[in-house]
């Protein structure tokens, strides 16, 4: 045996996972696509990016010393400033060590009781336990559009931006997609390029980011309150010390309802979508916050058929993740920004000057591809994950993955996803949840030891009622009816369901502790 264990992923869950399983006693090996720390936040440098978590939440809760002693400048930090903080943690815990970067893990076998882990710089690794800390959101999806390949100007995908950064001035750009990426980079594109053409396929909700420069009162005041806010994190549904209106959205008078909306629209964030319990689980009180978020839309946007081609039509709001932005729906009023509605005109192909709609030819220089990512699947599925008998990971998902508390998969033993599918993952706090995946997965690491056992491996019939689970719970709210990347809906030909735990953050974690605590029930232990 090599190592104990290795950790793939060097983002913001394998650091921690490196951290914590080395002060467990546990020796460790890292290895990281990338050529530094960070994930998510080293390769999504696209103008504008920034997180729509307030920075404050947004951050490492394990070390006390840690949040004391970082100052975060804005209340939504910027991509680089994420970057920095990271960067920090790895360097403050010596974390760079553990991992071998620029390299890539391109198999894992379950070998006889040891996970043989091979890279594609033909390195090969045994280790006890294979941890995957590969990101939710890692795998770009660019699409196969037509003729992708003949276009001659430069091609850009948010989530693969060069760290140079892009120099627009003079040039016309196009952007393909108007998600979070997209609506982000759009006005920061529009500031510079002589021309922004985006092409829209699902016009998507989304609410003033509300960022402010935090001063040092504030910073005092987060810090001095940081024990209890993470307390109340941990207890909320979402992973931030938030909670909603204590009532339902049709429980209140219609200005007591407004009143609610326009606060939280001027609180700025994501929390919109959480104004009232019931949004996004009741059509009928989901309607009131689309109405509300729509006559933003329209009064936000000068010309009135634009502003119809901007509001979403498909999908209740927050039923796909909901877009924070910084003068997203105002750039439409600028002159050098054109909405193309694919619905309407859709592409006929890319050619090599530009992008050929059913209603004319787009003139451009760089194609932006903000078009997201194989989401939850995408990093796992690239390994050539082999567990007993040599099945798949691969085979095992033909028809979407199958997890249990979405951390241990049958016929797989020692090996743990983190914030994956099966889990609350990108519904809540990314670094709260990856926290306690690990601390859940070393906690069973020790628990072994101590009872003289080598492997944990999830049941079949756990497996199966946690599938059952998850299904029953999405199936009470509307998430289902979006075609969002939650369903594998933006990747043609992935099996379509609904793939996170949505009952909440501290349901989730309690569901686990109770796991751990009955010795893990659900779990085989040899
Ligand atoms: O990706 P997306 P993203 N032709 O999948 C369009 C997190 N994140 O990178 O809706 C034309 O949301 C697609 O259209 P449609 C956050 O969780 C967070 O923007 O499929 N268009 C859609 O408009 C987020 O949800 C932050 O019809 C095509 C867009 O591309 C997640 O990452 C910032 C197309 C893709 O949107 C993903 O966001 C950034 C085609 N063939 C990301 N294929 C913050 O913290 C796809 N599209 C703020």
Redesign the pocket.
């Known amino acids: 045996m090599d190592v104990d264990v290795v950790v793939i992923g060097a983002g913001v869950a394998g650091m921690y996972a490196v951290h914590r399983f080395r002060l467990d006693g546990l020796s460790v090996r890292g290895f990281e696509a990338g050529s530094d720390v960070g994930g998510t936040w080293y390769f ?1 440098r696209y103008p504008g ?5 307030e920075s404050v939440d947004y951050s490492y809760s394990f070390s006390d010393e840690l949040q004391q002693e970082w100052d975060w400048s804005e209340k939504y930090a910027t991509q680089p400033e994420i970057l920095r903080y990271l960067s920090h943690v790895a360097d403050r815990f010596g974390l760079r060590s553990a991992f071998t970067f620029d390299t890539r893990v391109t198999a894992a076998t379950w070998d006889d009781g040891v996970w043989q882990i091979r890279t594609d710089s033909g390195e090969e690794v045994r280790a006890r336990f294979c941890v995957c800390a590969t990101g939710s ?1 890692s795998q770009p ?1 660019t ?1 196969p ?1 037509e003729g992708r390949e003949r276009f001659t100007g430069r091609v850009l995908h ?2 693969s931006w060069p760290h140079e950064g892009v120099d627009f001035r003079g040039l016309r750009v196009g952007v ?9 980079s759009i006005p920061e594109i529009a500031r510079s390029a002589e021309s922004v053409t985006v ?4 016009a ?1 909700y989304s609410v003033p980011a509300g960022n402010a420069p935090l001063d040092d009162e504030t910073r005092r005041e987060q810090k001095a309150n940081y024990a209890e806010r993470r307390r109340l994190s941990r207890l909320s549904g979402g992973g931030s010390p938030f909670v909603p209106h204590p009532k339902g959205a049709l429980e209140v008078d219609p200005e007591e309802r407004r009143r609610a909306y326009e606060a939280r629209w001027q609180m700025g964030g994501v929390l919109f979508a959480k104004t009232f319990p019931d949004q996004t689980s009741n059509l009928e009180s989901n309607d009131t916050a689309r109405e509300f978020a729509e006559e933003k839309i329209r009064a936000l946007v000068k010309d009135p058929a634009i502003a119809d081609a901007l509001v979403p039509k498909d999908h209740p709001i927050g039923t ?2 909901i ?2 932005d910084s003068g997203y729906f105002e750039t439409y009023n600028r002159d050098n920004v054109e909405l193309v509605d ?1 619905r309407k005109t859709p ?1 006929r192909e890319i050619t090599e000057t530009g992008v050929e709609t059913t209603a004319g030819h787009h003139d451009i220089d760089v194609l932006v591809f ?4 194989d ?1 939850l699947t995408g990093a796992v599925a690239r390994i050539d994950i082999r567990g007993r008998g040599g099945r798949t990971l691969r085979e095992h998902w033909n028809g979407g993955p199958r997890t249990y508390l979405g951390l241990g998969v049958d016929g797989f033993p020692n090996l743990f996803l983190v914030t994956g599918p099966g889990s609350p993952s ?1 519904l809540a706090n990314m670094i709260l949840g990856a926290e306690d995946h690990i601390d859940w997965i070393a906690d069973a690491v020790a628990h072994l030891g101590e009872h003289g056992k080598a492997t944990i491996e999830a049941r079949p019939d756990a497996v199966d009622a946690w599938q059952a689970q998850l299904s029953e719970r999405a199936d009470r709210t509307l998430f289902p009816r979006a ?1 969002s ?1 939650y369903t594998g809906a ?1 990747i043609e030909g992935k099996p379509r369901g609904f793939m996170l735990f949505i009952g909440g953050f501290a349901t989730y974690r309690q569901i686990c502790a109770d796991v751990a605590g009955s010795g893990y029930e659900g779990f085989t232990l040899t």
């Open positions: 999504n990016a920034r997180c729509d978590v959101l999806n699409p559009i948010t989530a393909v997609g108007t998600g979070s990426s997209g609506i982000q092409f829209q396929r699902t998507n796909k993740r877009v924070t694919l592409i903000a078009t997201g990512f989401a990108v075609a990347w933006n």
